[in-house]
């Protein structure tokens, strides 16, 4: 079955249509449009400031939209945020659970925003504890769980009403990479049980591995949209050689001429093309320096957004 097809089988969980955020004078999202569709991973990627969290806040109804059309579950975010909250879970970016109570209690008090009645959130929190793999923690205070497990906690707390989209802000940010996997293997297990997500990060791996669909946002503008596969396919092609010292004069325009485009950070040439074989004769040939590997995610992100350094606005 077709993508296309898929998509017209699935309905719009987030439907933005030409969506404006300005805070004063400042325009943090630029006339962007996407849809979101159930049972979906949806990713945002994007520089610091480049209007990723504006936009989660529009979504989340914590900001208000300044233009345009901006519907979750087919309202208005602006004229039933109430009943769009409720539908939702969030975890943010920062870890704001209470450090005054336990691991248990932090999600019987949260299940209370939702109304939950307090037998059915006790069963949630202790179904979701061992989900999580925190059960033996569920007595332990917040200031005693390592950073790991307090994204687990947060991510456990945002599931507590059931949600129909969950919403990731830079879920895994400073983990070790044995809690980052395990993150991933819940939000995979996630995504089998068929919850939409919406997820911000700045690992690239995270991105290919979890979203089924991505969009690139840089200056608060729409970039990029498509598949991991996809975007790596039209924006970068399939290989690309790390060359690591100076070429040989001359080697890089011929290069060109066999498909392959070049970009030059630091002491190390980056060489994109389909045609990898044929450039790998070419170089070891000249007695280049040089490392043959499969494109990925990252390097569609760096030739959109570039390779210099961006400061948090």
């Not at 830079?170 to 297990?189: A, F, I, M, N, Y």
């Amino acid at each position: 079955m077709s993508l296309l097809l898929k998509k017209l089988m699935k309905t719009p969980v987030v439907e933005a249509r030409d969506l404006v955020k300005r805070y004063a004078n400042i325009v943090a999202v630029s006339n962007i449009s996407f849809l979101v569709y159930s049972q979906e991973a949806f990713g945002f990627l994007g520089p610091n400031g480049a209007g990723k969290s504006s936009t989660m806040n529009m979504i989340t109804c914590y900001s208000p939209v300044t233009f345009g059309m901006l519907r979750v579950f087919g309202m208005d975010v602006r004229e039933e945020p109430r009943k769009i909250k409720a539908m939702m879970g969030v975890v943010p970016q920062e870890t704001n659970l209470d450090p005054d109570l336990t691991v248990y209690e932090n999600l019987m008090v949260y299940a209370g925003y939702f109304n939950i009645p307090k037998s059915m959130a006790s069963e949630r929190a202790v179904e979701l504890l061992e989900f999580i793999q925190l059960k033996d923690k569920k007595d332990e205070y917040i200031p005693n769980l390592s950073g790991g497990m307090k994204r687990r906690l947060l991510i456990a707390r945002a599931l507590i009403n059931k949600p129909k989209l969950l919403i990731l802000d830079e879920p895994t940010t400073g983990l070790d990479p044995q809690s980052r996997h395990l993150v991933w293997e819940k939000l995979e297990l996630l995504k089998k049980n068929n919850v939409t997500m919406i997820i911000t990060t700045h690992y690239m791996e995270e991105a290919q591995r979890l979203c089924d669909r991505i969009m690139v946002i840089d200056r608060g503008s729409k970039i990029a949209e498509g598949t991991p596969a996809g975007l790596i396919q039209s924006v970068v092609s399939e290989d690309v050689i790390e060359l690591r010292d100076e070429p040989a004069s001359g080697i890089l325009e011929e290069i060109k001429t066999m498909g392959g485009y070049t970009e030059k950070w630091g002491n190390t040439t980056y060489i994109f093309s389909s045609n990898g074989k044929d450039l790998v004769n070419k170089l070891s040939s000249a007695g280049a320096d040089f490392y043959l590997r499969k494109a990925n995610l990252e390097d569609v992100y760096l030739k959109l957004t570039g390779r210099a350094l961006r400061e948090e606005n």
